[in-house]
């Protein structure tokens, strides 16, 4: 056997031990974490953690901008807090209490 027929057979066999078929991709968004983790793990809210240009940042809510006004326009709602575990902007009150207790987000 030649040099590079061994290291050709090597690479096919190291291939066939450790390559996984790469999955098709799932429709629709990707959840973030495990409902079951969001529904019961100990969750608290926090400030949004400070960056270079921002010493006191906002983003927009994450459960307020699935709402939509009377002509069908998204609101935007900005907010300084989140879940660090969930890594989701929330207002405190009622959006941080509703995303961590409801089953089926509205």
Not at 23 to 29: T, V
Not at 46 to 58: L, M, Q, R, S, V
């Amino acid at each position: 056997m030649l040099h590079i027929e061994y290291r050709l057979a090597l690479i096919e066999s190291i291939l066939n031990k450790y390559h996984e078929p790469s999955k098709k991709p799932k429709r629709g968004s990707p959840s973030s974490l495990l409902d079951v983790d969001r529904l019961t793990g100990r969750h608290f809210p926090a400030y949004i953690p400070p960056t270079e240009k921002k010493t006191e940042p906002t983003r927009k809510c994450f459960l307020c901008c699935k709402k939509k006004d009377q002509n069908g326009k998204k609101l935007r709602k900005e907010t300084r807090f989140w879940c660090s575990k969930c890594e989701k902007s929330l207002c405190v009150i009622p959006c941080f209490e509703l995303y961590h207790t409801l089953a089926k987000l509205p």
